[in-house]
């Protein structure tokens, strides 16, 4: 399942650029609940204005924000287990449960989920007695369109935390390990960044051209985003405690003192990062509507068991009710104004099956609200947005003189950049963005261009240039920079706004661009480019972002604020027009800049435009952070040599892109890998590895997964079948409704241009793969039953009505974009199951799962291994504790690869 590709590592893999979404990639949960009178927005100035009393051009808006309560917060040691046929544990010396059959829960389980009780872990196969013990999961509330289901949730409160870990739990060092996510410092001689030497993902921080680097988060909650603030004096970052899919944005001064959570505290609770006010007084992040339930884990299941057995019907025996907590997809309550859109196309151009002819009415999810959160905890946050059913809603950047904010929003295909006005909160325009990187571009120096990496009536991602008049409304829109056959991946505005990081995705490969942005603009016509445009008619200057504090008698209430438009509304826009003639803004000048290794995943310009920091990844090398100073590429010194990338004498394998021809014929990617010590001739054992999203793309990069597999003599085919990102928007949108049964066949077409190629050997073919990859494992084998001799499926969808029954609602919202719709499209998805052909497996099938993972929830592999072995077929659960769906603690990474690559050799080799 997908959220945005992210830049980290996600179960053993080299990090992707990052997604929300997502993967990618998801948005996370709730906000702490308090009074939100207590929430209004204080005031704010100082910032330096004009004689006639309008913000200074480029004059940062500085906030002032209350004082928090304190707490502190403890991390859990990860294990895994493997069950066998009969329960027994097949690894590990810890004692186990055996299999678990709903309605058998002995008395007193349900108190808590597994990792609550030291020394037990199992397969968990949810029914109604055991629905409280898959952690992470909620009952879905129905949203009235009324003014409260609209207002603003609650401004989180921070926390303070221990400065540093204890010592003993800092784990011990590692040579081989992987550095990403930098972020530097005002002076960009100093980057904190994401590392796990320490055996999990771990905030560190140090300098470009040293190697004196420092722990600066001790805690073994997965780290994900990293930002250091404009003025340097703090450093903002995201962790998903107990290696969940809820996050939570703390902040920490650079020397590591300071520590607190900025929002997502509270138990059940997740936020987002967002972007820092450029004078740093502030940082951007989103929360998430809190659960019910949330705060003591009771809840009331009645009404959803029964809407879930109305509106789902025709699941399997023992999970027409799932887990009690999540039925997440229904039809709004008659009668409320729900937005909706028209049905997904299949290719060629007509709705799913099931469709309905006037509109799919949306999910009705949880509410996303954005704040600038003060990190010292002084002043009240002030209240940015606030979006009803929404999927994603990021903060990208707050013009320099505060008056306009750019907001990502809405589901994968669909998203959103929204510049709204802070003075009114009202949406000034829209312009469609592309997916993948979150960070989707930001405003020019005066307010007045907006920079956005977007496919806005395009095959490929562009640099668009989006004229804006003082309101924020849009006056013109024109790609700056655009490369055939290429998308841009990642854009990154410097400090200043007059200059740009442009990283290009070349069928795989990365390509770097340097580049000076011209916004200049060439009045009565006059200058290159000149081209006739319409703006609106001025209209009084915009107040300032916040007014000067003025002590209130009382706490303030925030009034309702209008929802966000919808994006019809927003595309009807009319512009009040008098003729004017401006130059369109464009690219100065630009250099490429030669790269070590193939894929780059974050960049980061520094105060030296020829001097940027890039996170690097190659078929080579581990992720690692490099110094482009000066044309010059700088390994730093606590990133991993490229000698140390695989310990022991094997050397990694280059691999080798292979375009495989569908039966429709659609010209597919990927990249083969050719085990060592083999000759050119010699068929071999082969693995099919499907990567997720599914809009994830197989990059070359270094893979411990493959490495491990390919040691063992085991080829590796990692193909990109339809649906896969960085080929155009056409081809991610091929597997749209009825078009997935045609990426199922991708995987077995693959599989046969490897054998027609010479590489893999026919009788010797194995398939794996990981979330949306792992669906296309149980469904390759219940499609294509006698092509494969094994399969290997972690955090896998084997029943769309289960998975939508039990995910995160944000995530539903996106994935009924993708899949279709679970009530109106149910039987297109009953028949896109796997569990709906289970009587086809034939092949044994190992699945493996992350007990707190709530994109995929673990029941989803649970019923399909359970289905293999009432057939009588050899199916296996490896169920990894304090992991989610990314798996990212080192000891559970080898325990996975290690598992996983034993399973197919005996298979294939045996």
């Known amino acids: 399942?997908?959220?945005?590709?992210?830049?980290?590592?996600?179960?053993?893999?080299?990090?992707?650029?990052?997604?929300?979404?997502?993967?990618?990639?998801?948005?996370?949960?709730?906000?702490?609940?308090?009074?939100?009178?207590?929430?209004?927005?204080?005031a704010t100035a100082a910032a330096p204005r004009t004689a006639a009393g309008a913000p200074a051009p480029g004059t940062p808006a500085r906030l002032a924000l209350p004082e928090a309560a304190a707490s502190a917060q403890g991390p859990a040691e990860p294990a895994g287990t493997l069950l066998g046929p009969t329960g027994a544990p097949l690894?590990?010396?810890?004692p186990r449960r055996s299999l678990l059959t709903p309605g058998a829960a002995a008395a007193g389980e349900a108190s808590g989920p597994p990792s609550a009780r030291p020394g037990e872990t199992g397969i968990i196969v949810p029914g109604r007695e055991a629905a409280s013990r898959l952690p992470g999961l909620r009952a879905a509330t129905a949203l009235t369109d009324d003014a409260s289901s609209r207002a603003p949730l609650p401004a989180p409160a921070p926390l303070l935390l221990p400065d540093v870990a204890p010592a003993h739990e800092v784990p011990q060092l590692v040579t081989a390990h992987g550095c990403w996510y930098p972020s530097v410092d005002p002076s960009g001689r100093q980057v904190a960044f994401i590392c796990d030497r320490g055996g999990v993902p771990q905030l560190w921080a140090g300098p470009v051209d040293g190697d004196a680097v420092h722990l600066l988060d001790g805690d073994l909650d997965p780290v994900t985003e990293v930002s250091w603030s404009p003025d340097g004096r703090w450093i903002a970052y995201t962790t998903a405690p107990g290696g969940g899919e809820l996050t939570r944005v703390l902040c920490v001064r650079p020397d590591g003192t300071g520590r607190r959570v900025l929002a997502g505290a509270e138990p059940g609770s997740s936020a987002h990062l967002g972007c820092w006010l450029h004078d740093g007084s502030a940082v951007a992040v989103t929360v998430a509507e809190p659960s019910a339930g949330a705060e003591t884990g009771a809840v009331e299941a009645a009404p959803v068991r029964a809407e879930a057995e109305a509106r789902i019907p025709s699941l399997p025996a023992g999970w027409a009710a799932r887990d009690g907590h999540?039925?997440?997809?229904?039809?709004?309550?008659?009668?409320?104004?729900?937005?909706?859109?028209?049905p997904a196309p299949a290719p060629g151009g007509h709705a799913v099956a099931g469709g309905d002819p006037t509109g799919l009415d949306e999910p009705v999810p949880l509410t996303l609200s954005a704040y600038l959160v003060d990190p010292e905890g002084v002043r009240a946050p002030v209240f940015l947005a606030s979006e009803r059913g929404a999927a994603t809603l990021r903060v990208c950047d707050v013009s320099r003189d505060g008056r306009l904010a750019l907001l990502r929003r809405g589901p994968r295909a669909g998203r959103e950049a929204l510049v709204v006005r802070t003075r009114d909160l009202a949406t000034a325009c829209a312009v469609p963005v592309a997916d993948g990187d979150p960070w989707i571009g930001g405003f020019a120096p005066d307010g007045r261009t907006l920079w956005l990496r977007s496919d806005h009536d395009r095959e490929y991602a562009a640099l668009y240039a989006v004229r804006l008049d003082p309101?924020?409304?849009?006056?013109?829109?024109?790609?700056?920079?655009?490369?055939p056959d290429r998308e841009l991946e990642l854009l990154a505005l410097d400090r200043s706004g007059r200059g740009a990081l442009l990283c290009w995705n070349a069928r795989g490969l990365s390509e770097l661009q340097i580049a000076v942005l011209d916004t200049a603009a060439a009045a009565d016509g006059e200058g290159d480019g000149a081209t006739a445009r319409t703006a609106p008619a001025p209209e009084p200057a915009p107040q300032a972002l916040l007014a000067p504090a003025t002590p209130p008698a009382a706490p303030a209430r925030l009034s309702p604020p209008a929802p966000l438009a919808p994006p019809a509304r927003l595309a009807r826009s009319v512009l009040r027009s008098t003729p004017l003639a401006v130059a369109a803004p464009t690219i100065r000048t630009s250099r490429a800049v030669p790269l070590p290794h193939e894929?780059?995943?974050?960049?980061?310009?520094?105060s030296d435009p020829d001097s940027p920091v890039v996170a690097l990844s190659g078929s080579q090398r581990r992720p690692g952070v490099w110094w482009l100073s000066q044309g010059t590429a700088l390994r730093t010194a606590w990133s991993s040599r490229d000698e140390d990338v695989a310990p022991g004498s094997r050397s990694p394998v280059r691999p080798v892109p292979m375009r495989p021809v569908a039966r429709d014929g659609l010209l597919l990617g990927g990249w083969y890998y050719r085990a060592h010590g083999r000759s050119p001739g010699e068929p071999a054992p082969c693995v099919i590895h499907l990567h997720g999203g599914p809009e994830e793309q197989e990059r070359p990069v270094f893979d411990p997964l493959y490495h491990e597999l390919l040691g063992r003599g085991l080829d590796v085919f990692a193909p990109d079948v339809r649906g896969s990102g960085g080929y155009g928007r056409s081809y991610v949108d091929a597997d749209l409704g009825k078009g997935r049964f045609a990426a199922i066949d991708d995987v077995a077409d693959c599989a046969a241009h490897a054998v027609l190629a010479g590489p893999a050997d026919p009788q010797r073919l194995a398939v794996m793969g990981h979330s949306y990859g792992g669906y296309l494992v149980m469904a390759s084998l219940v499609w294509h039953p006698d092509l494969f001799r094994t399969g290997v499926a972690v955090c896998g969808m084997s029943d769309f009505a289960t998975f939508f029954a039990g995910t995160e609602p944000w995530i539903a919202q996106s994935?009924?974009?993708?899949?279709?719709?679970?009530?109106?499209?149910?039987?297109?998805?009953?028949?896109?199951?796997?569990?709906?052909?289970?009587?086809?497996?034939?092949?044994?099938?190992?699945?493996?799962?992350?007990?707190?993972?709530?994109?995929?929830?673990?029941?989803?592999?649970?019923?399909?291994?359970?289905?293999?072995?009432?057939?009588?077929?050899?199916?296996?659960?490896?169920?990894?504790?304090?992991?989610?769906?990314?798996?990212?603690?080192?000891?559970?990474?080898?325990?996975?690869?290690?598992?996983?690559?034993?399973?197919?050799q005996r298979r294939l080799t045996g």
């Open 1 to 42: 399942m997908a959220a945005n590709a992210r830049d980290r590592l996600t179960g053993g893999r080299a990090p992707r650029p990052s997604a929300p979404g997502g993967t990618n990639s998801a948005v996370g949960g709730a906000a702490p609940a308090h009074d939100p009178a207590a929430s209004a927005p204080d």
């Open 91 to 94: 690894l590990g010396d810890r």
């Open 326 to 342: 999540a039925v997440l997809l229904s039809a709004p309550p008659s009668g409320t104004a729900a937005a909706r859109r028209p």
């Open 471 to 483: 309101q924020g409304r849009r006056t013109g829109l024109d790609v700056a920079a655009e490369r």
């Open 599 to 606: 894929v780059v995943t974050r960049v980061e310009p520094t």
């Open 815 to 904: 994935a009924a974009h993708k899949y279709g719709h679970p009530e109106h499209d149910r039987d297109l998805l009953r028949a896109l199951s796997p569990m709906s052909r289970i009587d086809a497996l034939r092949a044994p099938v190992l699945a493996i799962h992350g007990e707190h993972d709530t994109n995929v929830p673990p029941g989803e592999s649970e019923q399909f291994v359970r289905a293999a072995r009432e057939r009588g077929l050899e199916a296996e659960l490896l169920l990894l504790r304090q992991e989610g769906h990314d798996f990212q603690r080192a000891d559970n990474r080898r325990l996975f690869r290690r598992t996983a690559a034993e399973w197919i």
